[in-house]
């Protein structure tokens, strides 16, 4: 039986890390209990923080991420024919970012396609990926998710005092940071990605995050003359109340998906499932349900050390839990990506095969 498995993977962040401190001297502290909700303690961001000068691209990242993966996957660029990218922040309208990575690879032809769901966005790729490879279609795929936020939050503080900076346009720079990575899926003929689940559960809601500017909503005119040509609006109240129970359906969508029961799962990959705020908004909405209970100390992410990264959490999030040995052939991984803009999610359940990676290739820094 044909199956898809993944074989590699890579991530990416630019520059070095920027720590609370030095967010606070951009603009102004966070109430303490604010703060250690947020269990972000550093970001990474494509852009200088004093200038607002970009020193990467989102496309760059990209191709980084892309580069590391196919590396630790011991696969040339060549053999890769089906490319699926992942981001709400591309460098341009059009083309898309996804056929500026395939230029950067240097491959004349391949199938690609770009999603532009958020968090939920790579785990929605890997089970197109799957699709694609079990219906022999393609043999190798490579899905990248990337996120370039830092140059629509910089406008934030750029040549504005800290004292004069809101509550609540000073979250956003807390909370979100840049980068990418990257999943190698090729055809085997055991274990790999099972079938995955996705949903959009917030038709009715109003959006979570808005990044308003750039688009076609307005009269181009109109916005040039806007205080922001991209504002970036979360709400953070809203957030709080309704992200728990996305969580909570993504995860027992996932598993009953994939038919895993939680008590079987060896690890669950949640962006933010750790998140002192998220947890506490579980535990007061009374969503933590027994899937979620029957995983306890199972559950991971690398938020702390990354900041929220939209797009690009889960691969980055995964290639950090997979360099580092905690993740293991033979071990089930379910991977569940999540999107407050319209309440988005995408979960896969993954029968790992991967071994770890030797140490010549443990190094996910700049290529």
């Not at 020193?55 to 660029?77: H, I, Q, R, T």
């Amino acid at each position: 039986m044909r199956t898809a498995q993944i074989i590699g993977t890579g991530g990416y962040q630019p520059g070095d890390p920027i720590d609370n401190a030095t967010i606070e001297k951009l603009v102004g502290p966070l109430p303490d209990d604010v703060l250690n909700g947020l269990t972000i303690e550093q970001r990474f961001w494509m852009i200088d923080p004093r200038t607002g000068e970009h020193f990467d691209s989102n496309s760059g990242m990209a191709y980084k991420a892309a580069v590391a993966a196919l590396a630790a996957a011991e696969v040339e660029p060549a053999e890769v024919d089906l490319m699926i990218l992942a981001t709400g922040t591309p460098d341009y309208t059009l083309p898309p970012s996804v056929n500026l990575v395939q230029e950067k690879l240097g491959l004349e032809s391949c199938a690609t396609l770009e999603i532009r769901s958020g968090g939920a966005g790579a785990a929605q790729a890997l089970d197109i990926a799957r699709l694609w490879i079990e219906q022999g279609n393609a043999t190798t795929a490579l899905v990248i998710g990337v996120e370039a936020i830092s140059p629509a939050i910089a406008p934030v503080f750029l040549e504005t005092e800290p004292d004069k900076i809101r509550m609540r346009d000073r979250i956003p720079l807390y909370m979100f940071g840049d980068g990418a990575g990257a999943i190698v899926v090729r055809a085997g003929e055991h274990g790999g990605l099972r079938r995955g689940a996705t949903r959009a559960i917030g038709g009715l809601r109003k959006p979570g995050i808005w990044a308003i500017g750039g688009g076609t909503h307005a009269p181009l005119l109109q916005q040039q003359r806007s205080k922001k040509l991209v504002d970036l609006r979360v709400d953070v109240v809203g957030a709080g109340d309704f992200t728990p129970v996305m969580v909570s359906e993504a995860l027992s969508h996932t598993l009953e998906a994939g038919q895993l029961a939680a008590a079987d799962a060896d690890w669950c990959l949640i962006p933010e499932g750790n998140a002192g705020w998220m947890l506490d908004s579980m535990r007061d909405a009374g969503v933590k349900t027994a899937d979620w209970e029957a995983l306890e100390g199972r559950i991971f992410d690398n938020l702390a050390m990354t900041g929220a990264c939209g797009c690009a959490a889960v691969p980055l999030f995964l290639d950090n839990a997979w360099r580092n040995g905690m993740i293991q052939p033979g071990q089930r991984v379910a991977l569940i990506g999540v999107e407050a803009t319209k309440w988005m999610y995408g979960g896969i359940v993954c029968d790992w095969t991967a071994p770890t990676p030797s140490p010549a290739t443990q190094s996910n820094e700049s290529v």
